[in-house]
T-cell receptor
Framework: GEKVEQHESTLSVREGDSAVINCTYT??????FPWYKQEAGKSLHFVID?????DRKQSQRLIVLLDKKAKRFSLHITATQPEDSAIYFC???????????FGDGTQLVVKP | AQTIHQWPVAEIKAVGSPLSLGCTIK??????LYWYWQATGGTLQQLFY??????VESVVQLNLSASRPKDDQFILSTEKLLLSHSGFYLC????????????FGHGTKLSVL
């Protein structure tokens, strides 16, 4: 089955700098790649996603890049703010079923 | 607007006791429903999913079962809790089309002692 790996377990940046979180996946049939944010003690909420028909998507300060050949995707957070501090999970799924595979999460700390 | 409500917010249970967790989704007809388990500080493991009333697919065997008795309700249960069941249980819903974002409930923190 699919395996999603998140390469950074923790990431610390200074406020205003950019943060990059990288994920790889194994299933070439995966076509949907969402990102979720989990603040301390809370549930997950969706932040951004990308589908396999594009290689870049931006929503305000969030940019997602997808490299299908390398089976790699990444989340870029520009101009980081302290409220960006949280655990970020990447995920991958196929078009054809309801199995959604998550990475282990990256703890992002934005220092003021 | 759609809402998802999970209950209870937290549970402390003894090993060997039964468990029932639930979630209700309002404002969305025939959602796909999911149960996830998160070990403390850990990754998310998909447990079950359901695309229609009365139909539940198991993803991993953790001595748990799930049911969907109504279109808007998803129940997770076991007759005998293990210590390894401790963690954070998250219910989520998604649209009927695969590959849409998930909307998570606030979760249930379960401590098995």
């Amino acid at each position: 089955g699919e395996k999603v790996e998140q390469h950074e377990s923790t990431l610390s940046v200074r406020e205003g700098d950019s943060a990059v979180i990288n994920c790889t996946y194994t299933d070439t049939a995966s076509s949907y790649f969402p990102w979720y944010k989990q603040e301390a003690g809370k549930s997950l909420h969706f932040v951004i996603d990308i589908r396999s028909n594009v290689d870049r998507k931006q929503s305000q300060r969030l940019i997602v890049l997808l490299d299908k050949k390398a089976k790699r995707f990444s989340l870029h957070i520009t101009a980081t703010q302290p409220e960006d501090s949280a655990i970020y999970f990447c995920a991958a799924s196929r078009n054809s079923n309801n199995r959604i595979f998550f990475g282990d999460g990256t703890q992002l700390v934005v220092k003021p | 607007a759609q809402t998802i409500h999970q209950w209870p917010v937290a549970e402390i249970k003894a090993v060997g006791s039964p468990l029932s967790l639930g979630c209700t989704i309002k404002g969305k007809s025939s959602p796909n429903l999911y149960w996830y388990w998160q070990a403390t500080g850990g990754t998310l493991q998909q447990l079950f999913y359901s695309i229609t009333v009365g139909q539940v697919e198991s993803v991993v065997q953790l001595n748990l079962s799930a049911s969907r008795p109504k279109d808007d309700q998803f129940i997770l249960s076991t007759e005998k809790l293990l210590l390894s069941h401790s963690g954070f249980y998250l219910c989520a819903w998604g649209g009927q089309i695969s590959n849409e974002r998930l909307f998570f409930g606030h979760g249930t923190k379960l401590s098995v002692l």
